[in-house]
């Protein structure tokens, strides 16, 4: 692979490890970084792996670490691909929590701090989600997707209450280091990239390790790059892609902390899971009958004029 790492002088062992796999992020990862540097928790070390940018993503990255010793930064000779590169910043963390950070992103300043303290209160759970923003380049909100109440529900409210209110932006939340690792293992082997954010969350949810909260928000700009990037295209690519997101959805349901019964309550409301997740023919459909809707609002004015 061959890698150069450039960073300061800090030994200390932080508790928090962020880690920004970055390809080309010149236009935004100044915002990026200076939304992370502005936490108002700063015990966490900031791992950048750059991915062989061919942009000035490089030169920006060098100017911070010389002004904050908390990053850390990787440079990548060749492209690695996506899925590498955000293992390889995991697998560099030195913290007991990680969460991984987007070079186009924005966090609100109390982010860390407040999801920290989620996950340092209860055991019990593995990761801990904000509140998503969603917003277009130029800032402008294009939704907003609260954390949902789960209080006094029991294992299959609590499960399916989650299940329905999943954010791919929740791959940005803050896990427990060790528990991501074996779970992310498991998401790489299976080779995909596209919709590696429901499966990865999959595991936590289905063993009711998710908790979140809504006193802070994570800004995930939407620039739509990925999915004309990553989504198959070809008919043998999407077969594939079907094929291994249905054994890997179901083998993970059928070794979750759940009794036979409730996996066989499950099996109809992960199907619903992967269509709003992962599918969206629903969207599909909608939107080709709106087309339609207005071919035929078209043909009715042309009728009326003849």
Not at 25 to 40: H, K, M, V, W
Not at 179 to 188: E, H
């Amino acid at each position: 692979m061959g890698d150069q790492k450039l960073s300061a002088t800090n030994t200390e062992k932080p508790l928090v490890s962020i880690g920004m796999p970055v390809f080309n992020g010149e236009t935004f990862i100044r915002e990026a970084i200076d939304s992370i540097l502005a936490q108002y928790y700063e015990n966490f070390e900031l791992i950048i792996s750059d991915n062989a940018s061919t942009d000035g993503t490089w030169e920006i990255l060098g100017e911070y670490a010389k002004q904050d010793e908390r990053i850390v930064l990787y440079r990548h000779n060749q492209n690695i691909g996506m899925m590498k590169n955000l293992r390889f910043v995991l697998t560099r963390a030195r913290g007991k929590y990680f969460m991984w950070a987007a070079h186009d992103d924005l966090w609100d300043k109390n982010y860390v701090s407040e999801l920290l303290k989620i996950l340092m209160e209860n055991n019990n759970y593995e990761v801990s989600c904000p509140k998503v923003i969603k917003i277009l380049p130029d800032k402008s909100v294009l939704s907003t997707h609260e954390f949902p109440c789960l209080n006094g529900y029991g294992t299959i409210r609590r499960i399916r209450k989650t299940m329905f209110s999943v954010q791919g932006a929740w791959f940005y939340a803050l896990f427990r280091t060790h528990k991501l690792s074996l779970v992310f293992d498991k998401v790489v082997s299976t080779g995909l990239t596209w919709a590696c954010d429901p499966l990865l969350l999959l595991e936590f949810l289905l063993d009711q390790e998710i908790a979140g909260t809504n006193h802070t928000a994570f800004y995930q700009r939407k620039t739509y790059l990925s999915a004309k990037k990553y989504k198959p295209q070809s008919l043998p690519a999407r077969i594939k892609f079907v094929s291994i997101i249905f054994g890997y959805t179901f083998r993970t349901l059928f070794k979750a902390r759940l009794s036979l019964c409730q996996k066989l309550y499950f099996i109809p409301l992960l199907l619903l899971y992967l269509e709003y997740q992962v599918f969206v023919f629903h969207k599909r459909l909608k939107k080709n009958f709106d087309s339609f809707c207005q071919t035929l609002k078209g043909c009715c004015k042309i009728d009326s004029v003849l």
